[in-house]
């Protein structure tokens, strides 16, 4: 991928905001970009093929996700949602890769941050407010 791929947040408020895009995906059709300050607390939901015990993944192999986690920070929030099938104990990564914070699935949820913490956790794993969805410029 180029430098003239960016991720940028589209503030949506009904499905009616959204249309089918590539590969049949719905995207947001808001001009409303949302603001630096207004991603503090926001929730991702992040896709991928298989996941980690540690909150790593593997997804399409294009890095958009995690070109978004990087931008989101330590403000933003990133729940997996995945089958237990999909769930492993490791997976190997790359210097680029962007952890989720949670995974969900049929019959657990993981807290990855405590997990790469301790016991404790991490003081910003609890899941934040706020929805939005993504759209990509080329």
Known sequence: ?????????VEVKSSEEMTLGRYGILEPIG??????????????FVPGV???????RLGRGMGWYDRLLRLLG??????ALAYEFQVVEELPTEKWDRRV???ITEERTIDCDARRHGP???AKSKIGRGCFHWNFLS
């Open 1 to 9: 991928l180029g430098s003239e791929h960016r991720v940028r947040l």
């Open 31 to 44: 001009s409303r970009i949302l603001a630096e300050q207004e991603r503090e607390g926001l929730v991702v």
């Open 50 to 56: 298989v996941f980690d015990l540690h909150g790593n």
């Open 74 to 79: 330590e403000d933003g929030k990133s729940v």
């Open 101 to 103: 914070q949670h995974i």
């Open 120 to 122: 404790g956790g991490s």
